[in-house]
């Protein structure tokens, strides 16, 4: 029954003179999203309006699906297309609509229309009260309510008349390629993906880094980091995700400096090293899923410790959430169910039972230089024998 989709869209429509930029970016995002979807479509914009159109047989549930998918889109409503833009053929139209989608039930209505085509022969006005008479004979359990209307018929009349009543939640945000681009620190766990997700939803373009650490780290852990990028990809677009083989920095960490201070350290070095291709794609700032307290390597302390070897902004979108509304997050978002597999990760491997809590950065600064002799040499291996992939939704 529906032929399109009205698209609205919140805060992009309030950008000025760039508004059409932001425009552009969410219709190509509309159309990437659509590709897999059977069926074709015009993606076309109108009047501070964004509409999508199928051209014949399409998939609607699926369509349904990836517009939900798509960061930047308010609601958007399945609309009937009236060709014919006659009076009598409004009403008709109007009236089979209503009865497929609500039958004849009991609320409260009203209808509101508005006009492309300021030169059609009658007000909104009186379309609206025309089209609302004629709801009335039809369906004895309706009744008008100008105020709070239980539900709504909406009508726009163009060359052609569009006609909806329905609105789907989108998931809101700024359309990916608004905002330039940033580089997650992207982990097996629960946090980094929802962090990476938050993140895109600002309109931010994602890249990823993986630390992994082979033979302690397995193929089926990296495989889950990889499983997790798709998933964000599937609402931040293509993921370029390098992977780092972290081992023998880990070792050697391991091997020169107090257990205590091993995680911070590393956590150290995964920042360096993140930053490095951060700056190498043109990235401006660092996205991780620490949150305040989480666990030793996230405390106040600590954070000040990693922080203090970027010079880019580190986004940090989970740092005052509780572990609970980041997993319902999570749930939500579709990550959740592959962070809790059980693979192992590099961080888990080498941890002390009681590592620092408020390490102190000279004290740290002090360790770090014990690693002098090769951690140059171990950082340039790791940073050329990256492997780097394209991971798409
Ligand atoms: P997550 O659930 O995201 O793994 P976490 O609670 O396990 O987080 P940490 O292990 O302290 O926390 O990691 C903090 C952040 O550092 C992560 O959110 C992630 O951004 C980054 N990080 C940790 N381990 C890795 C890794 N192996 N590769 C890439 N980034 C990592
Ligand atoms: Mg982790």
Redesign the pocket.
Known sequence: MYQAFLIKYGEIGIKGKNRYLFEDALMRQIRIALRPVEGEFNVTKEQGRVYVEAVGEYDYDATVEALKNIFGIVEFCPVLIEEDSDFEKICKSAVDFWGKVYGDTNASFKVRTRRGDKHYPMTSMEISAGVGEALLDEYPGLKVDVHEPELMLEIEVRERVFIYSQRIQGLKGMPVGTAGKAM?????????PV?GYMVAKRGVKIEA????APPYTSERAKQKVVDLARIVAKYAGPIQLNIVNFTDIQMYIYKQCKHEELTIIM?RY?MRIAEHFAKESGCLGL????SIG??A??TMHSLYCTNAVCDLPVFRPLIAFDKQDIVDLSEKIGTYET?ILPYE???TIFVAKHPVTKPNKNVIERSETHLAEQIDEMLKTAIETTEKIMVEA
């Open positions: 997650l620190l992207l982990s097996g766990g629960i946090d980094s962090a880094t993986y630390f992994h956590r995964m996205i991780t899923g620490e989480q666990v390597s996230q962070s990760d590099c961080c």
